[in-house]
T-cell receptor, first 110, second 114 residues
Framework: QKEVEQNSGPLSVPEGAIASLNCTYS??????FFWYRQYSGKSPELIMS????GDKEDGRFTAQLNKASQYVSLLIRDSQPSDSATYLC??????????FGTGTRLKVLA | DADVTQTPRNRITKTGKRIMLECSQT?????MYWYRQDPGLGLRLIYY?????DINKGEISDGYSVSRQAQAKFSLSLESAIPNQTALYFC????WGAGGDEQFFGPGTRLTVL
C-alpha cells in the first residue's frame, strides 16, 4: 500500500464549479499535511497546510482534514482555467521529510 | 531574484559521464533537499541535509552523492550517469511555518542521459 495516495485524474470541472481533490495517507502519526500546486514543467508551490481536524480556508481554497479516516482534501471554489495544474498532497511522517502523493491533474474547462 | 536557484536548468549527457547539479538559496534555511520527479512516480527524495554537517540518504540515494558546501549551497552528483536517471530534479529548502515544516522548491533541472 502506498503511503500517500491520490487519484491521478484528470479531474475535469467547468469554470466556476467546485473542484474536490482527495488524498489518503497511511501513517497515523503524521501531524501536518500540505497541498502543493504544480504547473506543467514548473516546480511545486505550497498553497495550503493543515494540522487540525476540520476545515481551513484561504481565499478560494479550503483544506479539510479527517485524521480518524486518514484523509485530507482540497476544495477549490469558483474554479478558474488558471487553476488547471497538478495538485500534490504531501505528508511528513513525523520528521522533516515529506512523502508526496503522485498528484491529481485538474483541468478547468472554460 | 529567485530564493532557490538551480544550475543548469537543462542538461543532456551520455551514459557514464559524471554530472553535478547545483543548488543555491538565499532564504537562510538550514534544511535542504534533493528530489527527482518521474511521470507516474511523483517526487522522490534522494538526499537531505539539516545543516552543513548533517547529510542523510533519502529513499532513492543509490547512484547519487551530495555535498553541502555551505548553508546556502547543496550539490547533487551523478558519478556515472545512466539512462534511468533521466528525470526532472528539484532542490528544496524548508523552514518551520504556521502549518509545520514548509518546503520551497527551486525551478528544477531537466536531465537527459543518453
Amino acid at each position: 500500500q502506498k503511503e500517500v495516495e491520490q487519484n491521478s485524474g484528470p479531474l475535469s470541472v467547468p469554470e466556476g464549479a467546485i473542484a474536490s481533490l482527495n488524498c489518503t495517507y497511511s501513517d497515523r502519526g503524521s501531524q501536518s499535511f500540505f497541498w502543493y500546486r504544480q504547473y506543467s514543467g514548473k516546480s511545486p508551490e505550497l498553497i495550503m497546510s493543515i494540522y487540525s481536524n476540520g476545515d481551513k480556508e484561504d481565499g478560494r481554497f479550503t483544506a479539510q482534514l479527517n485524521k480518524a479516516s486518514q484523509y485530507v482534501s482540497l476544495l477549490i471554489r469558483d474554479s478558474q482555467p488558471s487553476d488547471s495544474a497538478t495538485y500534490l498532497c504531501a505528508v511528513p511522517p513525523g520528521t522533516y521529510k515529506y512523502i508526496f502523493g503522485t498528484g491529481t491533474r485538474l483541468k478547468v474547462l472554460a | 531574484d529567485a530564493d532557490v536557484t538551480q544550475t543548469p536548468r537543462n542538461r543532456i549527457t551520455k551514459t557514464g559521464k559524471r554530472i553535478m547539479l547545483e543548488c543555491s538559496q538565499t532564504k537562510g534555511h538550514d534544511r535542504m533537499y534533493w528530489y527527482r520527479q518521474d511521470p507516474g512516480l511523483g517526487l522522490r527524495l534522494i538526499y537531505y541535509s539539516f545543516d552543513v554537517k548533517d547529510i542523510n540518504k533519502g529513499e532513492i540515494s543509490d547512484g547519487y552523492s551530495v555535498s553541502r558546501q555551505a548553508q546556502a549551497k547543496f550539490s547533487l552528483s551523478l558519478e556515472s550517469a545512466i539512462p534511468n536517471q533521466t528525470a526532472l530534479y528539484f532542490c528544496a529548502t524548508s523552514e518551520w511555518g504556521a502549518g509545520g515544516d514548509e518546503q520551497f522548491f527551486g525551478p528544477g533541472t531537466r536531465l537527459t542521459v543518453l
